[in-house]
């Protein structure tokens, strides 16, 4: 079983920057991308940004510019480091884990239990 423990939420002002961490822990054998997406009430989730295990990073048009995705492969950990928040970033922020199967080949996508994220104007 895989866990991933988000952190780095909260409230901040417009303008103002937070960095989200999440490590997954548990029987990993390798992980392929990671990412981050976000969600608020009634819409569907979307991708904020994802990196693979190379280190390729792709980002929603919305983010770019303002928001860095990065990854520590030695700690299974991923993070995103966001800077110029708007109010219209508010949202819960979930990661995401795309955990080999060695036996299987393919991965499982494994969830973050979501963080709010929460800019004033």
């Known amino acids: 079983q895989v866990q991933l423990v988000e952190s780095g939420g909260g409230l901040v002002q417009a303008g103002g920057s937070l960095r989200l961490s999440c490590a997954a822990s548990?029987?990993?054998?390798?992980?392929?991308?990671m990412g981050w997406y976000r969600q608020v009430p009634g819409k569907q989730r979307e991708l904020v940004a994802i990196?693979?295990?190379?280190?390729?990073?792709n980002s929603a048009d919305s983010v770019k510019g303002r928001f860095t995705i990065s990854r520590d492969n030695a700690k299974n950990t991923v993070y995103l480091q966001m800077n110029s928040l708007k109010p219209e970033d508010t949202a819960v922020y979930y990661c995401?884990?795309?955990?080999?199967?060695?036996?299987?080949?393919?991965?499982?996508?494994?969830w973050g239990q979501g963080t709010q994220v929460t800019v004033s104007s």
């Open positions: 995401h884990a795309d955990v080999s199967r060695t036996s299987l080949g393919g991965s499982i996508r494994y």
């Open positions: 548990g029987t990993i054998s390798s992980i392929n991308a």
């Open positions: 990196i693979t295990s190379g280190g390729n990073t």
